[in-house]
């Protein structure tokens, strides 16, 4: 889960998320992470590994609002060298948690 949830003060915020290439946004709450965020949207992405960053197939490419996901850790880092070479614009979906004060868009690669 993301630091996100600790801080208590907004709590209750939004995030809003846009899933290319269909254009369909969706809000969720905060902290919820990108795999989620896009199956609320009605998009799916591929999770093989239930979303312990082992798989690499919930790769996606964040294509506006970086700084409103949570930070890369490790494993996630890891998994995306070894998946695509660390591009810079790649999440795991299933590490990758919204925050409030943006609006995110990514692209589904692997769909
Ligand atoms: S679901 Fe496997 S790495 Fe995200």
Redesign the pocket.
């Known amino acids: 889960m993301s630091g996100f949830l600790r801080t208590g003060k907004r709590r209750n915020a939004k995030a809003l998320l846009t899933v290319l290439p269909s254009g369909k946004t969706v809000e969720v709450a905060r902290g919820v992470n990108l795999?989620e965020a896009i199956a609320a949207a009605g998009e799916a992405v591929a999770?093989?590994?239930?979303?312990?960053?082992?798989?690499?197939?919930?790769h996606v490419l964040v294509r506006q609002g970086w700084r409103g996901l949570s930070k890369v850790r490790q494993a996630e880092r890891d998994?995306l060298t070894q998946v695509c070479g660390a591009e810079s614009l790649s999440r795991?979906?299933?590490?990758a948690a919204l925050g409030v004060h943006n609006k995110v868009i990514i692209e589904l690669i692997n769909h």
């Not at 999770?47 to 919930?58: D, F, S, V, W």
């Not at 795991?92 to 590490?95: D, I, K, R, S, V």
Request: overall charge positive; some cysteine; proline content about 0%.
């Open positions: 795999l999770h093989r590994c239930g979303g312990r960053a082992r798989c690499g197939e919930c998994r795991l979906a299933c590490q």
